[in-house]
């Protein structure tokens, strides 16, 4: 083993995080590197992650060092250098006697979560960590825990590469040509149903998917309403919502951070944005990325968007921009601190 690293899975006893927690330490996802897991849940359920422990010691993993499992947060933070925060409350649950169906309460109860999460990641996690939400709303849960860190030097991300898998699965489909040749798939904006797929600038076969996929009206009325509602469909089929997609595209995300991106290629998450494509600063939004051969993960920013690419861009932009307005509450303590109370 060259080295360690330590990574914190929040959410650790939910559905996505048993097909997610095992492949973390199956020698692949982090190469040669021993994996130190700090599994995390609420107090309710905390204890069934000594089944999963149980479940992991039996497995063989070579790559896997040491897994603790807690209900404390701040415990679990220190020192970490990768944080997939997957733990949500979701739709639909009764929560302080209230069904949560409205997004506006979504964003509140889990926006509360991020606050507190973000500043034990601020204050207890490695500099340079690297964070991806994968609780709902992600976007402005990464946002929410982005402000509450306040520590520059680490990435916050919200996780779009399910949609951006789900979008190579449909374009494979229909053109005859493998997945593997399928690149450069760009989801701008938010992790919801305003997402806008990129059907134009996607590489397919190493020709631009403008000019392989001549029909706007597939584009329109296929391709884009098919991978916005994919989740949707998926619920509607298996009476339960994507998890082992959903932790493959957590394992994709943190192995397209952890190489170099392939000349030509990006891969798809949301980050706060630097006005990159005119997207106001700041708010967590899904881009094309490349990690750079220092490690560093950037914006690719050659993308032309066709005036269509822009229209469909901007409703998922105006989307995050009221998601944003939504929580401005929780943003109070960021005041104090800037007024210094
Ligand atoms: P589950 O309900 O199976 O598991 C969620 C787990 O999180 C539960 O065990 C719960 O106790 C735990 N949890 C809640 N609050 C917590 C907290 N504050 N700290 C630690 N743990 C906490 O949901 P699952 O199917 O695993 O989905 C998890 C989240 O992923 C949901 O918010 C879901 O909406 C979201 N998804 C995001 C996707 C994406 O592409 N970004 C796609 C898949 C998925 O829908």
Redesign the pocket.
């Known amino acids: 083993m060259s080295s360690s690293i330590k990574v914190v899975v929040?959410?650790?006893?939910?559905?996505?995080?048993y097909s997610l927690i095992p492949r973390l330490v199956n020698g692949r996802t982090f190469g040669d590197k021993k994996v130190d897991l700090a599994l995390?849940?609420?107090p309710?359920?905390v204890d069934k992650l000594k089944g999963l422990l149980m479940e992991l010691e039996d497995s063989y993993f070579p790559a896997m060092g040491r897994v603790t499992y807690t209900d404390n947060?701040s415990e679990a933070a220190k020192d970490a250098d990768w944080f997939l925060l997957?733990?949500?409350?979701?739709r639909g649950i009764v929560y302080n006697g209230k069904k949560i169906e409205e997004r506006s309460d979504l964003l509140s109860i889990n926006g509360g979560?991020f606050v507190d999460?973000g500043k034990a990641i601020g204050s207890f996690g490695k500099d340079k960590a690297k964070i991806l939400v994968?609780?709902?709303p992600?976007n402005t849960n990464a946002f929410i825990g982005k402000n509450a860190a306040d520590n520059e030097s680490q990435l916050w991300m919200?996780?779009?590469m399910?949609?951006s898998n789900r979008a190579k699965s449909v374009i494979s489909k229909k053109t005859g040509v493998n997945i593997s040749e399928i690149k450069n798939m760009i989801i701008w904006g938010n992790?919801s149903p305003t997402m806008y797929p990129d059907s134009e600038n996607v590489i397919i076969n190493n020709q631009l998917g403008s000019t392989v996929i001549n029909d706007i009206s597939w584009v329109e009325k296929d391709f884009i309403p098919s991978v916005q509602q994919r989740?949707k469909a998926v619920i509607n089929a298996r009476g339960?919502?994507?998890?082992t997609s959903?932790a493959k595209?957590a394992i994709d995300t943190v192995m397209a951070c952890e190489s170099p991106t392939e000349e030509g290629n990006s891969f798809s998450a949301a980050i706060a944005s630097d006005g990159s494509y005119d997207v106001p600063e700041g708010i967590i939004c899904g881009f094309p990325l490349v990690t750079l051969s220092d490690g560093t993960i950037d914006i690719k920013r050659d993308i032309a968007l066709s005036d269509f690419g822009k229209s469909k861009f901007q409703i998922s932009i105006d989307e995050l921009l009221s998601e944003r307005d939504a929580v401005k509450h929780l943003m109070k303590w960021l005041m104090m601190k800037i007024l210094k109370i």
């Open positions: 929040t959410g650790a006893a939910g559905q996505i995080a995390v849940e609420i309710q359920v947060f997957v733990g949500s409350i979701p979560i999460q994968v609780g709902n992600a919200a996780m779009t399910l949609d992790h989740g339960a919502s994507s998890a959903a595209a």
